[in-house]
């Protein structure tokens, strides 16, 4: 099945600068990419998501890059602020047309005033 | 996407008990999914709720454990059984709605076992 590797673990950035977070996959039929940012008391909210046809994705602050080859995405977000500080957690699929979805064990992010 | 609600939000159990954890949707969805987060932890999938039949459950996890009812499109029941203090967890609800590929997470409900 698949497996979904996450790094770092936490991360600690200065308001402004730029936070990237990386995940490799194990299985090659995979085709969706989605990204969750888990606040401290809530579920998991969908920011952003990649599909195996697109090599980058946008959305005001935050983009997503795969790399089908390497079998890796990350996701960008630049200019970060305070509320951007929450748990990050990337998935993957498992295997083209499958509703499930293999996470990755989470990047604690912590944006410094 | 889809606005989804479980109850309860948290609970605290004694062991040996049973509690039931409801997740509401408010449209018809595909696909509804419980999974589990163990404090600190990432999530892990307990089942696919099957509108109308059994469950299907992943590795790890038994329909004795953690029976699960999907009456209609709209909402399920898991209920975790015979809770002992390592079932503390959050469980977490999901729907794939069925358009895209995206599936939306409900609030979740925190539970301790004491």
């Known amino acids: 099945g698949e497996n979904v590797e996450q790094h770092p673990s936490t991360l600690s950035v200065q308001e402004g600068d730029s936070a990237v977070i990386k995940c490799t996959y194990s299985d090659s039929a995979s085709n969706y990419f989605p990204w969750y940012k888990q606040e401290l008391g809530k579920g998991p909210q969908l920011i952003i998501d990649i599909r195996s046809n697109v090599g980058e994705k946008k959305d005001q602050r935050i983009a997503v890059t795969l790399n089908k080859t390497a079998k890796h995405f990350s996701l960008h977000i630049t200019e970060t602020q305070p509320e951007d500080s929450a748990v990050y957690f990337c998935a993957g699929n498992s295997g083209a047309g499958s509703y499930q979805l293999t996470f990755g064990k989470g990047t604690k992010l912590s944006v410094i005033p | 996407s889809a606005v989804i609600s479980q109850k309860p939000s948290r609970d605290i159990c004694q062991r040996g008990t049973s509690l039931t954890i409801q997740c509401q949707v408010d449209?018809?969805?595909?696909?509804m999914f419980w999974y589990r987060q163990q404090p600190g932890q990432s999530l892990t999938l307990i089942a696919t709720?099957?509108?109308?039949?059994?469950?299907?459950?992943e590795s790890g996890f038994v329909i004795d454990k953690f029976p699960i009812s999907r009456p209609n499109l709209t909402f399920s029941t898991l209920t975790v059984s015979n809770m002992s203090p390592e079932d503390s967890s959050i469980y977490l609800c999901?729907?794939?709605?069925?358009?895209?590929?995206?599936?939306?997470f409900g609030p979740g409900t925190r539970l301790t076992v004491l």
């Open positions: 999901s729907v794939f709605p069925g358009t895209y590929d995206e599936q939306f």
């Open positions: 449209s018809q969805v595909t696909m």
């Open positions: 709720a099957n509108q109308g039949s059994e469950a299907t459950y």
